[in-house]
């Protein structure tokens, strides 16, 4: 694709990024096939190929976004279905960032979205704050219900019915492993994950000790930053992204570190992505060697090896339909390895169909386009149902409340199984 930038506007490093992914487009239009929103929408402008012409045109001109523009932007999920798909391998992701980010700079949203946008802001990635909001939502629901914005109604559909006490094993310390040490890894334990579902770690902790690993839980360590990056909030994401570099880096420079495990894969594509969003600050080399260390907990596992055929005595037959999450298989390209140490503990696993498919999480995105995300939702539950499953599996919570919104079949992590398979207890979403 042919780009005008001048050169002023190239010696801006972000711009001239999105020049480089711009010119790496050469609109094909295969991606569109792909991406949900488009599938749904049927707009041009609603597809990747459509939206990287708005941005192009928004950012070449250098002019504040457009409502036309914001919308289409905003309706971005950014599952990155369209990366896996784009044969010339346009980085939509970094391009879709940059957009979000210029639109928050220059765009000034009508009263209620921007009100909406700074209480998930300021609330979602501090867990304390997120279980008080759960409460309040819980004990103001009838009230709340009056409220004609859909978007309210959809958080108000999306409040748990129960919250699980703080577990106190997400706080900072270390896990001694139960035999011999074999690795040192840091675990990062999320933080609207904490406030829902406090099983994903503490059954990630009891799998690694038992595989031999020390499990680390850094000091001052937080949100990823991905929630607020998502919605352009730059200053924000990168104060939760520096807090952790530096949390990590004092593990490395003391004792050392072989990984940092995540079980939330929304996270870990933010988090290999610290050595890009730091390129051009003083936390550079940190960031980078962070984000070399940065790995799914399902990556983990197959670099550690599980015990083959454990489940049959307890899980035998237990057929698992695995959702594969949109930052797990686009994000970061990890496919085959949760499914494939799933099958070797016993488990039989199937997928649905059309499983390059967002269910419609996306971050905040069920919050802020609750529309489009019942849609993907349905669609998701009915080709998950269509399988027959026992237990649906994934690995990330925003996937887990997603789904488990809409259907009757328990949704669990995907490491819940794997501990319940190799000596752990029984996932309590399988009771
Ligand atoms: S598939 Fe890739 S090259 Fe083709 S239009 Fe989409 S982003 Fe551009
Ligand atoms: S990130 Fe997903 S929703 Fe956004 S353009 Fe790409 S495929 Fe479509």
């Known amino acids: 694709m042919q780009t005008f930038f001048t050169d002023e506007q190239l010696k801006v490093p ?34 990747p190929r459509g939206r990287i012409y708005l941005i192009k045109e928004m950012l070449e001109s250098g002019r ?11 309706r971005c ?63 103001g629901r009838p009230f709340a219900r009056l409220i004609p914005d859909a978007r309210v109604q959809a958080m108000l559909d999306m409040v748990p019915k129960q919250v699980p006490p703080v577990s106190r094993n997400d706080d900072p ?4 492993p139960v035999g011999a040490r074999k690795m040192r890894v840091a675990l990062m334990t999320g933080c609207a994950q904490k406030a829902l579902n406090t099983d994903i770690n503490d ?12 499990v680390v839980v850094p000091k001052g360590m937080g949100c990823c930053g991905a929630l607020t990056h998502h919605m352009g909030r730059e200053a924000e994401a990168h104060g939760f992204a520096a807090a952790n570099i530096r949390a990590f880096m004092a593990e490395v420079k003391g004792e050392g ?25 003083a936390l550079a080399e940190e960031a980078k060697l962070v984000a070399g260390l940065a790995c799914d907990i399902s990556e983990l596992l197959v670099r550690i090896g599980l015990p083959e055929g454990a489940a049959p005595v307890r899980a035998g037959g237990m057929r698992v339909a695995y959702h594969a999450a949109c930052s797990l298989q686009h994000g970061q390209q990890v496919k085959s390895a949760p499914k494939d140490l799933l099958k070797r503990v016993g488990f039989e ?83």
């Not at 504040?64 to 905003?74: C, P, Q």
């Not at 059954?203 to 020390?214: D, H, M, S, V």
């Not at 019942?374 to 994934?394: C, F, M, N």
């Not at 009757?408 to 979403?429: M, Q, R």
């Open 14 to 47: 972000a711009l001239a990024r999105s020049n480089e992914i711009l010119r790496s487009c050469v609109h094909c239009g295969f991606c569109t096939a792909t991406c949900p929103t488009y599938q749904v929408l049927g707009d041009e402008l609603d597809s």
């Open 64 to 74: 504040a976004a457009d409502e036309r523009t914001v919308k289409h932007l905003d």
């Open 77 to 139: 999920l950014s599952c990155l279905s369209c990366m896996t798909t784009c044969p010339s391998g346009v980085h939509y992701m970094h391009l879709i960032d940059h957009a979000r980010a210029h639109v928050e700079a220059t765009y000034k949203r009508p009263f209620t979205d921007r009100a909406l946008r700074f209480v998930l802001a300021k609330v979602l990635p501090y867990p304390m704050r997120f279980r008080l909001a759960i409460l309040l939502a819980k004990a």
């Open 173 to 176: 310390q270390s896990f001694a």
């Open 203 to 214: 059954a990630t902790i009891r799998l690694l000790r038992r595989l031999g690993c020390e």
């Open 257 to 281: 570190l072989d990984a940092i495990v995540i079980n939330t894969s929304g996270c870990g594509t933010t988090v290999k992505d610290y050595g890009h969003m730091f390129r051009t600050e």
């Open 349 to 431: 696993v199937v997928e649905p169909a059309d499983s390059h498919l967002c269910c419609g999480s996306a971050g905040t995105y069920n919050l802020l386009q609750p529309e489009i995300s019942r849609e993907l939702k349905a669609r998701k539950v009915r080709t998950l149902e269509a399988k027959g499953p026992d237990v649906i599996a994934a690995g990330n919570i925003g996937c887990m409340m997603q789904i488990g919104s809409g259907t009757g079949v328990p949704v669990v992590h995907t490491v819940e199984l794997l501990d319940w398979a190799t000596g752990g207890p029984v996932p309590a979403a399988l009771g």
